[in-house]
């Protein structure tokens, strides 16, 4: 028994990853100033996490811009192995 | 630093110092972050040099990149909880009391504060080859008839902080007499 989803489903699960992080980091940013934390330390490292993150998503989008997100995913498929080019 | 985000100061109230954690601790925190996001790269080595065809795959190349990439911003936010856990754990010493500010995690922060008038006794404690070379130690501040309440962890410079403290304490002692005698005439 073989069944078939697009590949873009993949997405879903990394689609909640990222909620999870964006909700999280509004978080830590928000500690930072509600308790008053707000000086040039901090601002440097909020930059340097906003930037890292941007950089996580740059770099994730180059990779799989040009991906299929159509096409099939097989699961339950049988494997077979090609033996036309064995010789006896 | 403003106090009135801690406490209800008393008019005359200042900070004489905030001390935070030695920045070696937090050192320490971003090496093994380093080193958490160092082991994909180990692991990309290897199924590179194994199945490469894995990597190039049209759905596995993409899939990798989506593990990595939920990876990296796992490791990322990590990063920035370790960095408020380490800058928001707070304590202030004022010409009247002192302040414990921690924080616990994320949605969990005590804030907790010492009468100078009550402390008995203060010890230093420098222990270990690290704490020794970068001079960062513990502060336990003792008061009367309770259990300990108060421990500055791993501040620089402990042995001068105790004697700070002990200074203001007899300082407000002092204070807290004069008062008294002007009550009194």
Redesign the interface.
């Known amino acids: 028994m073989t069944f078939s989803f697009p ?1 873009s489903l ?2 879903i699960p ?1 689609g909640l ?2 909620l999870f ?1 964006v909700i ?2 509004l ?3 928000f ?2 100033v509600a ?3 707000t000086n040039g ?2 601002f440097l ?1 909020t930059f340097l ?1 906003l930037a ?2 941007a950089t ?2 740059f ?2 989008w180059q ?2 811009k040009d ?2 997100w159509r ?1 099939p ?1 097989t699961i339950g498929a049988s494997v077979g192995i090609d033996v036309s080019n064995i010789k006896l | 630093m403003n106090l009135k985000h801690f406490i209800d100061p008393k008019d005359d109230e200042r900070i004489v110092f905030a001390l935070r954690r030695h920045p070696i601790i937090f050192l320490e925190d971003i090496a093994m972050i380093l080193v958490i996001a160092i082991i994909p790269l180990g692991v990309f080595y290897f199924l590179n040099s194994q199945w490469p065809d894995l990597i190039l795959g049209p759905l596995t190349g993409p899939t990798i990149i989506l593990i990595a990439s939920s990876y990296y911003l796992m490791v990322w936010l990590f990063f920035i909880a370790t960095f408020i856990d380490y800058y928001l754990d707070l304590w202030l010493v004022t010409n009247y009391r002192v302040v414990n500010v921690e924080q616990h995690s994320l949605f969990s922060r005590t804030i907790s504060e010492l009468d100078l008038a009550k402390v008995q006794d203060i010890t230093s404690e420098i222990k270990g080859v690290i704490p020794s070379i970068f001079n960062f130690g513990d502060v336990h501040i003792q008061t009367a008839g309770e259990k300990e309440r108060f421990i500055f962890e791993q501040v620089p410079h402990a042995h001068d902080i105790r004697k700070k403290i002990l200074d203001l304490v007899q300082e407000n002692q002092r204070r807290q007499m004069t008062a008294v005698i002007e009550n009194i005439s």
């Open positions: 590949f993949i997405l990394y990853i990222v992080f999280l980091a978080v830590n940013i500690h930072l308790y008053g934390a330390l901090t490292i996490f890292g993150a996580v998503f770099l994730t990779g799989v991906t299929d096409a995913v």
